[in-house]
């Protein structure tokens, strides 16, 4: 085949709506299989049958990524300036704090950016081959469009494959379309707008065979395949910016403005004073450029970075607890604000265990209880005692148990499968029933088959009766048992509209429907196809569903008491998609909508219909990454589970992807940034209250740190612009030293605001809708908290410091005394620190209404810090290192009595929050 012509395949393949003949045609392929000069020449033309490897970022981009923000290069700046002056400590300790931020966010993120590598592991490494008429075993990267690949229960697909005959041939694909059971697979073509999970036609590279044989003609390999599409699609998604780390990045940005226009106007105003006082103009650029550093030592809140890294990871420690795994620290506040879930159905909303809900005889409807695979449950029908196993369910249940290929057994601590889901509900069932299915089996045994086959789709077997002669059993698809039965059981004749109605109702349930019938065998040993052609009696109507979580549900209410909208976005046909949605309790406006509606609408219409609508089915993985970014263009933050394959590109692209830790592929747990090592829906909610915690917390943190920068450089401004220039010796005049502003900084300030980060959540963090995605963590209540409390730590601290400069002024040195006096005011700010911190325990009650020691970490704060000051005033060494001095009890008690004002107005600014005279608290 001509090169050009392979490239025209690739444009437009549609292998699943071309007939058998004409598929090798156009491949140029025959049933013999390509001899191997050819296949060698199509190895050239395709390259190997392999996923395109992305290279992981290297350790250095990982490491610039944590030091590229405005925050941290305010730190680094500091650093540099403070050891420009010569204070080479002081550099030190700021870059200290810059290099643990940047390992702990490195750690963090050693293995994030490995999705498309991971899909590499779906893909067998040797398959089966026909070249030159002979089978072969040949490593799958050498696998070509045009080969006959051969296929077996265990294998995984190793290409998109185009099937040329299947024996009993089934292949789970839940990982890549969503589908909750295995697919039967055919050979007629289906139509050629068929979505994937319709192509019942083909295998796709990676999906897994359950059971049966096949025979198929690779027609796409390695980018080509399905699974490489959602390669590319991955590679396609756009990284999304938390708000944590927006906010973070702002505040940063702004700080940096702030330091450099005050400094500026700083110097002019020092100079410009200088000036006026006849000061020499180099004696007048050193002081006020001193002045300047001060400032900016001053202003910089050099432990916020470190606050909020380990804030981060005590949320991510507090998660585990949770069962959810956090990958990237800002995740953990993320899926806090987060305004809508979109998450998958197959085993994150569901159990993905075909359960059977209800048997319909001509007696009647029988529903039974019980999910999933263990066999307890209770048989209810309408009339009869509770609990009590009606003998026509009976008789239908031990048919489903014959006619059966799937057995249970509790291994491990739980009731585990063997063989085909939908058949394993049936044993179950048959179990709940207490039917002893292998005595059963051992008592009637299967005397000959006719399997399963997708174009017939019914199975047939053969058992002797108990009392003698033979019969045989089936069970199928409704539509072909009812067109070969003549009667129902206990005589009445057939009636195909009847039976349509039921099926039609179960179906509207959300059931997948199993028919079951028997015959009289003239044959007690050998079972032909023309046996079962017609008069058989129907014996049952059987419905399953793959059924919700319990927690689940639970899990869903809470979040729309949250005010977070669910979505679930599934590859199930819209019937089944629709009564799981209202099992669930769905909010939704709209019908469900399928993934070929999504793929016509205009992007106007899309955004609304994924703002109004709640359940999406058929739906393909790029309709599922056209969904988020739908949503994310309406302004929400978008929070995606799955645990398929299908899942990853969505995964990637949502503000927070969730991948279930159990059930979960590696390809889905990769792609995202929380696991759930549970895969339990509900652990969304438990998450979702956490990362609240977390973020209120973090707000508290914030407001106990801005005061003190703030508060710090109106003290510094003020005594630049009104305080004498120099002592008696030439030296600055200065309310606290750099190095003392540095210990207040980095000491003080985390000591007391890391003990906030454990504190307990409000009581209605679950009970208020999310903050919007545009408010700023600088909130209108924040800056109005921080505004009062750093005027009032600037007027106590100055006020105090001018009633020691007046007295020392009378009674001794300047020079001497002024290191106590400098402490003094450093004792104030940490006192005025540890009675603010106690308030911003909460951001609405006051210190008296929040219970002491339900956060003990406060306390132990406290005690540390108190410990280190009193190093701070009465070591030698620590006063020769940051130039404090003694101070007596009497001054001590002085300096915590004008740190204590803040408690009564912090209290009075609380109460008129609860009048409303304030703008009110947004938590």
């Known amino acids: ?12 393949p549609h292998w699943h709506a071309l007939d058998v003949q004409a598929a090798l045609e156009r491949a140029q392929s025959t049933e013999q299989g390509l001899t191997d000069k050819e296949a060698a020449r199509r190895l050239e033309i395709w390259g190997p049958n392999a996923l395109p490897q992305k290279k992981g970022e290297s350790i250095p981009v990982l490491l610039w990524r944590q030091i590229n923000s405005p925050l941290i290069w305010v730190l680094i700046l500091a650093s540099a300036i403070a050891m420009a002056l010569g204070k080479v400590t002081d550099g030190i300790v700021v870059l200290a704090v810059v290099v643990v931020n940047a390992l702990i966010g490195f750690v963090q993120e050693w293995r994030a950016g490995r999705a498309i590598a991971a899909l590499a592991e779906m893909v067998p490494e040797n398959a089966v081959v026909i070249r030159d008429g002979q089978q072969r075993t040949l490593p799958v990267s050498r696998l070509v469009p045009g080969d006959i690949v051969l296929l077996a229960a265990g294998d995984r697909v190793p290409a998109d ?78 990284e999304i910016q938390t708000p944590l780390t927006r906010d973070l990045g702002l505040l940063g940005r702004n700080i940096t403005i702030a330091i450099g226009t005050v400094s500026l106007i700083l110097f002019a105003l020092g100079m410009l004073r200088a000036t006026l006082q006849g000061t020499p103009f180099g004696l007048a650029v050193r002081d006020t450029l001193f002045f300047s550093i001060s400032l900016a030592v001053g202003a910089i809140p050099e432990g916020l970075p470190a606050i909020v890294t380990i804030s981060l990871a005590i949320g991510v420690q507090r998660m585990a607890a949770r069962h959810a795994i956090i990958r990237h620290l800002p995740a953990v506040e993320t899926l806090g604000s987060a ?76 009731w585990q499968i063997s063989g085909d889901p939908t058949e394993a509900a049936l044993v179950v069932a048959a179990r709940k029933a207490g039917i002893d299915v292998e005595a059963l089996r051992r008592d009637v045994p299967r005397q000959d088959e ?121 590859g199930d046909h819209r019937g089944t998609a629709e009564a799981i949605g209202r099992q669930l309790g769905l909010r939704s406006d709209r019908p469900a909508i399928t993934g070929v509606e999504l793929a016509q609408l205009e992007l106007e219409t899309l955004q609304e219909v994924a703002e109004h609508t709640a359940v999406f089915a058929r739906v393909a993985p790029e309709h599922k990454l056209r969904l988020v970014q739908a949503l994310q263009a309406r302004g929400h933050v978008v929070a995606m589970t799955g645990d398929g394959v299908n899942d990853a590109p969505a995964l990637r692209q949502a503000d927070i992807g969730v991948a279930m830790g159990i059930t979960g592929t590696s390809v889905a747990k990769e792609a995202s940034a929380l696991v759930l090592t549970d895969d339990n829906f509900a652990s969304i ?239």
């Not at 050629?192 to 999970?197: E, F, I, N, P, S």
């Not at 690779?218 to 599409?229: I, Q, S, Y």
């Not at 019980?370 to 009976?394: I, S």
Request: charged fraction near 20%.
């Open 1 to 12: 085949m001509a090169s050009t012509t392979l490239q025209e395949q690739e444009i437009t």
């Open 161 to 238: 494959v185009r099937l040329l005959a299947v024996k009993g041939l089934q292949v789970e694909e839940a990982a890549l379309t969503g589908e909750s059971v295995p697919v039967f697979k055919q050979i007629a073509p289906v139509d050629t707008d068929a979505l994937v999970g319709d192509r019942v036609c083909m295998a796709f590279n990676g999906s897994l065979v359950t059971a049966g044989t096949g025979r198929g003609l690779v027609v796409a390999t390695g980018p080509r395949t399905e699974l490489g599409r959602i390669s590319t699609l991955m590679e396609q998604t756009t």
């Open 339 to 414: 305004t809508v879930i979109c998450s998958d159905k197959t085993g994150t909303l569901t159990r993905n265990e075909m359960t059977v809900e209800e048997v319909w005889t001509p007696q009647g409807r029988c529903r039974i209880t019980g999910t999933g695979y263990v066999p307890e449950g209770e048989f209810l029908r309408e009339g009869e005692p509770g609990n009590t196993v009606p003998e026509d369910v009976r008789a239908a249940l031990e048919v489903a148990a014959l006619c059966n290929d799937s057995s249970i057994t509790f291994r491990s601590g739980r």
């Open 450 to 570: 006719i399997p399963f086959d997708s174009d017939a789709k019914f199975m047939a077997t053969l058992h002797p009766y108990r009392e003698g002669g033979a019969r045989i059993l089936l069970k199928g698809a409704p539509e072909v048992i009812v067109a070969r039965s003549t009667r129902l059981a206990g005589g009445q004749p057939v009636n195909p509209e009847q039976i349509a109605v039921e099926v039609e109702r179960m179906a509207k349930e959300g059931m997948r429907v199993l028919a079951l019938a028997e015959k009289r065998a003239s044959d007690p040993e050998n079972l032909y196809p023309e046996d079962v052609a017609e008069g058989l009696t129907l014996v049952a109507l059987v419905g399953m569903i793959d059924p919700p979580r319990p927690e689940a549900i639970e899990a869903i209410r809470a979040c729309h008491e949250a005010g977070i909208a669910v979505k679930m976005i599934t």
């Open 685 to 923: 909610a438990a998450a979702v209250e956490e990362g609240r915690r977390v973020y209120d917390n973090l707000v508290k943190s914030l407001v106990f740190i801005l005061p003190t920068n703030l508060g710090l450089a109106l003290i510094l401004i003020f005594s630049a612009l009104f305080f004498p220039h120099h002592l008696n010796n030439g030296e600055l005049l200065l309310p606290i030293q750099p190095t003392q502003l540095l210990w207040i900084n980095l000491v003080a300030s985390v000591s007391l605001a890391l003990p906030l980060a454990l504190e307990k959540a409000e009581d209605d963090v679950m009970r208020r809708p999310p903050r919007s995605p545009d408010q700023s963590i600088l909130s209108r209540f924040v800056v109005i908290r921080t505004a009062i409390a750093a005027v009032l730590m600037a007027l106590g601290s100055i006020a105090l410091f001018f009633w020691e400069y007046r007295q020392t002024m009378q009674t001794g040195d300047l020079t001497r005394v002024l290191p106590q006096t400098e402490t003094m005011v450093v004792t104030a700010v940490i006192m005025f620190q540890i009675f603010y911190m106690l308030e911003c325990r909460s951001l609405r009650r006051n210190v008296f209404q929040i219970h002491p020691f339900s956060n003990p970490w406060v306390w132990v704060g406290i005690g540390v810090l108190l410990l280190l000051q009193a190093l701070f005033i009465y070591t030698p060494l620590m006063n020769r290192a940051f130039e404090s001095a003694p101070i007596s009890w009497a001054d001590f008690g002085l300096a915590a009595l004008t740190g204590a004002i803040i408690l009564p107005v912090m209290a009075f600014e609380k109460w008129l929050h609860t009048r409303g005279q304030l703008p009110l608290v947004d938590r």
